[in-house]
């Protein structure tokens, strides 16, 4: 904490700490009977019974990074969606700029937000527009929505010992890219290639999950989550929490975007703290695994299996080292000193 107040401690830019969190939760009285996924620790997405099947809603805003922030939205909240079980299919836009802003800008958030859409098959369907004193540089706050059509909704705790853990595509990309374009100054020491592959890992390797989290569902994975603010640490800590079990992680095995490890490097960062979008974990049993490795190469989807579920809680290697985790994500801290 960064000190403390009488009104309890004061909080750092970053996720509302977990164990707040979960006091916050608890005091929420129970869920209708319709809600078949609701708010927990580590879930990103609500689920809804309807008619059609299962409601699935997620809304996230785009806060660290000042370019691609409408792109940014779209695939964000449409990977908590899809790590739901769920196609995403409707978004809706809160866009908060400052006074003064340009009409253009405005103009090319939603040319960004339109194609970002159209390359999901997804659709703009509401939202809110503003010019506020309160911001001071462009937000997008956007929310999707999705159908699981089967009823099945994947939630991140669904998960016991015996399973597996399979990481599908490596980390750190979109913690890459954002620190490549916000602290370029501080990387001139990096070969320039390697810092514009960094830059561009927005567009390749890519951030977005959808793919395979939908296949991942139709593999019959037990669990899958999208590792964000906190990067693939905080990411499996949630896992660990949700399941209620011990998670034990082979380093050696994990999935590592190169130029990402040596933007962390030249910046002080710790690629397992960074922001990991692009990265889907999933939890099989050990006896699919094998299947949904193949499965996930053969859709061009690289994959490994990274680790094993235990009795037990939090998450450790293979030695038994307690995974170091912070709940303040490395480019939040790079960004904000």
Known sequence: MAGSSDRGPLLRSGKIPLDLLAQLLAELPPPPPEVKLGAAIGEDACGIEVPSGVLVVAADPITLTSEEIARLSVIVNANDVAVSGARPRWFLAVVLVPPGTAASVVRELFGALSRALSELGAHLV??????????????????????????????????????????????PIEGASVLAREAADQLEGLPAALVQEAREALDRPGISVVEPALLATELGAKSLHDPTEGGLAVGLHEMASAA???????????????????????????????????????????????????????????AALIGTVEE?????????????????DEVARLLSA
């Open 126 to 171: 509401g939202g809110h527009t503003e010019a506020t004193p309160a911001v001071n540089r462009p937000i997008v706050i956007g929310q999707m929505l999705g159908v699981a059509e089967t009823g099945r909704v994947v939630s991140t705790g669904g998960f016991g010992p015996g399973d597996v853990v399979v990481q599908v595509r490596p980390a």
């Open 312 to 328: 037990g809680s939090g998450v450790f290697d293979g030695e038994g080292r307690p995974l170091p985790w912070s709940e303040r």
């Open 244 to 302: 209620g079990v011990r998670i034990s992680i082979d380093r050696q095995a994990v999935l590592w975007f190169e130029p990402g490890l040596a933007v962390c490097d030249a910046l002080g960062a710790d690629p397992w703290s960074t922001l990991a979008s692009g990265t889907l974990v999933a939890v099989f049993s050990a006896e699919a695994a094998e299947t949904a490795l193949a499965a996930f190469a053969q859709g061009g989807h690289p």
